[in-house]
T-cell receptor, first 116, second 111 residues
Framework: KAGVTQTPRYLIKTRGQQVTLSCSPI?????VSWYQQTPGQGLQFLFE???????NKGNFPGRFSGRQFSNSRSEMNVSTLELGDSALYLC???????????????FGNGTRLTVT | GQQVMQIPQYQHVQEGEDFTTYCNSS?????IQWYKQRPGGHPVFLIQ?????EVKKQKRLTFQFGEAKKNSSLHITATQTTDVGTYFC???????????FGQGTRLTINP
């Protein structure tokens, strides 16, 4: 079974631009969560999608948005990029929605975004 | 807000020494998961604990879930260089549909 696939692996953008990251979950997984990881900051939860609906949202500004398609693939968009948005963005898929049963997260390799 | 606190943030040990990381929540957890992230890699699921007082072992790793389901620990016996990485706990807050990650403990090992 193929794992979680994130594209692109690396991205360099300029302040003010916008970016879209993509995540393909493991086949059969309907939940997709997004996390931001910066050195020393752990995993900061962005949002979770299940069956095309946002189920949970972290404490990030509205510049961060996402969506999920009917095939469970998900995209994350960041508009008006700031230097502080430079980070590793991780996507994770699971069988069930967070909190609904005991379903571990399967992470992708991440997209490393650099904002200059 | 609801948080899961993890300590220590960093731990450096000599190869062969033991290592323990602790996870504490102010509220009761439905379950707790542990993940390992190798340097340059992504978090990989290790184990999940569900029952009060549960203890599970994976070779040199021992995972415990507290009786009150508010704390958990991961203990590694006789560390090896392959144990290097950051260990995260993640708890599901009881009654909330949310998985909350601890800040992680970064383990480095002197060979």
């Amino acid at each position: 079974k193929a794992g979680v696939t994130q594209t692109p692996r690396y991205l360099i953008k300029t302040r003010g631009q916008q970016v879209t990251l993509s995540c393909s979950p493991i086949s059969g997984h309907r939940s997709v969560s997004w996390y931001q990881q910066t050195p020393g900051q752990g995993l900061q939860f962005l949002f979770e999608y299940f069956s095309e609906t946002q189920r949970n949202k972290g404490n990030f500004p509205g510049r961060f948005s996402g969506r999920q398609f009917s095939n469970s693939r998900s995209e994350m968009n960041v508009s008006t990029l700031e230097l502080g948005d430079s980070a590793l963005y991780l996507c994770a898929s699971s069988l069930r929605q967070s909190g609904q049963g005991n379903s571990p997260l399967h992470f992708g390799n991440g997209t490393r975004l650099t904002v200059t | 807000g609801q948080q899961v606190m993890q300590i220590p943030q960093y731990q450096h040990v000599q190869e062969g020494e033991d290592f323990t990381t602790y996870c504490n929540s102010s509220t009761t957890l439905s379950n707790i998961q542990w993940y390992k992230q190798r340097p340059g890699g992504h978090p990989v699921f290790l184990i999940q604990l569900v029952k009060s007082g549960e203890v599970k072992k994976q070779k040199r790793l021992t995972f415990q879930f507290g009786e009150a389901k508010k704390n958990s620990s991961l203990h590694i016996t006789a560390t090896q260089t392959t144990d290097v990485g950051t260990y995260f706990c993640a708890g599901t807050i009881q009654g909330a549909q949310k998985l909350v990650f601890g800040q992680g403990t970064r383990l480095t090992i002197n060979p």
